[in-house]
């Protein structure tokens, strides 16, 4: 495939996704296709000596380019002029800061303790579903559940034993490079930017950096996205394309919430028996089910639940290996991706591509000889 080919492949449509008989699709359940780590602990996998292609040279110097972009810029200049900043009391109930997320629109927050004049973390639909799982295990705890505050969430999540509300932050006038660094190696999706204020010496939260808004600047600012011409299927393990967690039209939405959990991921492809892909099921699926503090939703299908989805639901984004991290870029600058379904070309599941994946090479592949 040639590269204008692969650049078009991650734009257009594929064909509609085949209906086996047990796999009738309802109109809400047919998604739009747009076609185009286990990381800083285990390393990234160090490929033998050989020579560099001209193409390999060009990639590596389009990485280095962008690594010496975010070294100059700061976490300030990646905000917008105006923006809005929700910020949550940590005395609030659970129940209600659920709303405040969907009545805005959002799908986190950073929490203050007003006892302290602290910020107290990032509240993300990570929370939600550890709430979730703690209601599953104690069915008996619901006028419980339904009392519980954010403050009460760390209890939650330690009696869980799952991972905790983030706490990770970033200074504004440190390098963005510092500001990537950090999400990497706390695996965390967005980062909060927390000033000092002069006088007071109080914390401030600033805004939040996500990794889409971090790679969409780069995509707008750095030209040379344009040098990462190699096709993904060339490149060393970037994304996941071994032991992925998928589900069925039929499976439970309770069992996808393990699944979310257990891994530690924020969406499951849903396939065929055949390993078509047919959709995904995402984290935020699981908020707008629970609106209202009503947890029925839950045991709905897969199928039923993608029902409830939002008429604005922006589409699943789909990529082959052929596609280059150039095409990813561009796709990335243009639409509020997610991330990738790898597929072949019978829209069969070859793999999952998220924005940590993109982060995480950009910022470590060859860094270890410069
Ligand atoms: P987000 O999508 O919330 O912004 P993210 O970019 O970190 O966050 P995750 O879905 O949390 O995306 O993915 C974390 C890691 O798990 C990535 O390396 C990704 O390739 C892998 N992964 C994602 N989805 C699956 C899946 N369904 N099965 C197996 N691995 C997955």
Request: hydrophobic letters at 40%; a negative charge.
């Amino acid at each position: 495939m040639s590269g204008a080919d692969t650049a078009d492949s991650a734009t257009s449509a594929p064909p509609n996704p085949p209906s086996a008989a047990n796999d009738v699709l309802q109109p809400h359940e047919r998604p739009t296709f747009v076609t185009p780590r286990d990381f800083l602990e285990q390393g990234r996998p160090v490929l033998p000596p050989r020579a560099l292609t001209a193409v390999d040279k060009e990639q590596l110097d389009g990485l280095r380019t962008i690594r010496a972009f975010l070294k100059v810029r700061t976490s300030y200049d990646v905000l917008p002029l105006s923006y809005r900043l929700i910020v949550l009391d940590t005395a609030l109930l659970v129940k209600k800061s659920l709303n405040i997320l969907i009545q805005n629109g959002i799908v986190s927050a950073p929490l203050w303790d007003s006892k302290t004049s602290t910020f107290a973390g990032l509240l993300t639909t990570s929370d939600y579903l550890n709430v979730i799982q703690y209601y599953w295990q104690n069915p008996d705890a619901l006028a419980r559940v339904d009392q519980f505050r954010l403050n009460s969430l760390r209890d939650i999540e330690k009696s869980l034993g799952v991972t905790p509300i983030e706490t990770v932050s970033i200074h504004p006038e440190r390098p963005l490079y510092e500001a990537c660094r950090k999400m990497l190696e706390a695996r965390a999706r967005r980062i909060p930017i927390v000033d000092i204020d002069d006088e007071t010496r109080r914390t401030t939260v600033v805004s939040v950096i996500t990794q889409y808004r971090l790679l969409k600047f780069v995509a707008v600012n750095v030209k040379e996205t344009q040098k990462l011409r190699k096709p993904l299927k060339e490149l060393v393990k970037v994304g996941t394309y071994d032991n992925l967690a998928t589900a069925y039209m039929d499976t439970p939405v309770m069992d996808v919430i393990h699944m979310l959990v257990k891994k530690s991921i924020s969406s499951v492809p849903i396939i065929d028996k055949q390993g078509t892909v047919l959709n995904v099921f995402e984290s935020v699926d699981v908020i707008t089910l629970i609106k209202g503090g009503i947890y029925d939703d839950l045991n709905l299908t897969v199928g039923d639940a993608l029902l409830k989805r939002s008429e604005d639901f922006p589409g699943i984004y789909t990529c082959s290996m052929q596609d280059q991290l150039s095409t990813i870029y561009d796709t990335i600058r243009r639409s509020r991706v997610h991330r990738f379904i790898v597929i072949d070309d019978d829209n069969k599941l070859k793999g999952v591509l998220t924005l940590s994946d993109i982060l995480e090479y950009t910022l470590l592949e060859g860094e270890e000889n410069e």
